[in-house]
T-cell receptor, first 111, second 109 residues
Framework: DVKVTQSSRYLVKRTGEKVFLECVQD?????MFWYRQDPGLGLRLIYF???????EKGDIPEGYSVSREKKERFSLILESASTNQTSMYLC??????????FGNGTRLTVT | AQRVTQPEKLLSVFKGAPVELKCNYS??????LFWYVQYSRQRLQLLLR??SRESIKGFTADLNKGETSFHLKKPFAQEEDSAMYYC???????????FGQGTRLTINP
């Protein structure tokens, strides 16, 4: 069974802090994704990656960056956290043309 | 741009009643459609995909290209069906999914 693990379930950070959200998958998937989940807005794609050291912007990349130094790990970085980035963040992975498998999510609160 | 619309934010039905969660999409090519479900305090998980044409937990969904719809149906709702449901689309040649806004389904006893 595919396992996508997000390192933190809950995070509380202050405005202006640099925040790292970590995601690891154990199925050798080439594709990894970061979405944010907000009530009434559904899931919106922030960034995705098709391969190591490769990244592409999603629909809402502003204020975020990503890093994929190893195939199994995909990190989301908030360079300077703001209150409007308070949200649930979901990481997912997939192999070619397979469904996405999601992690449990990280609920980030920025105060 | 591709878009997925779930017109109902909230849907409440009684146990044993039929359920239909609506999903419409906009895409001119051949899409791949999915339904994902999120039960309370659990991760988002795949419920079904249209290319499998299978029934999962009594749910079915048929892709209607003429109406650009992929509605999720179940003839007799059960209390354990209460959850958040998301419809999603993948365009040809892409790996990412585009999600709808989600519908929260509540089954009343």
């Amino acid at each position: 069974d595919v396992k996508v693990t997000q390192s933190s379930r809950y995070l509380v950070k202050r405005t202006g802090e640099k925040v790292f959200l970590e995601c690891v998958q154990d199925m050798d998937h080439e594709n990894m994704f970061w979405y944010r989940q907000d009530p009434g807005l559904g899931l919106r794609l922030i960034y995705f990656s098709y391969d190591v050291k490769m990244k592409e912007k999603g629909d809402i990349p502003e204020g975020y960056s990503v890093s994929r130094e190893k195939k199994e790990r995909f990190s989301l970085i908030l360079e300077s956290a703001s209150t409007n980035q308070t949200s649930m963040y979901l990481c997912a992975s997939s192999s070619s043309n397979s469904p996405l498998h999601f992690g449990n999510g990280t609920r980030l609160t920025v105060t | 741009a591709q878009r997925v619309t779930q017109p109902e934010k909230l849907l409440s039905v009684f146990k044993g009643a039929p359920v239909e969660l609506k999903c419409n999409y906009s895409y001119s090519g051949s899409p791949e459609l999915f339904w994902y479900v999120q039960y309370s305090r659990q991760r988002l998980q795949l419920l079904l995909r249209h290319i499998s044409r299978e029934s999962i937990k009594g749910f079915t969904a048929d892709l209607n290209k003429g109406e650009t719809s992929f509605h999720l149906k179940k003839p007799f709702a059960q209390e354990e069906d209460s959850a958040m449901y998301y419809c999603a689309l993948r365009v040809q040649g892409a790996q990412k999914l585009v999600f709808g806004q989600g519908t929260r389904l509540t089954i009343n006893p």
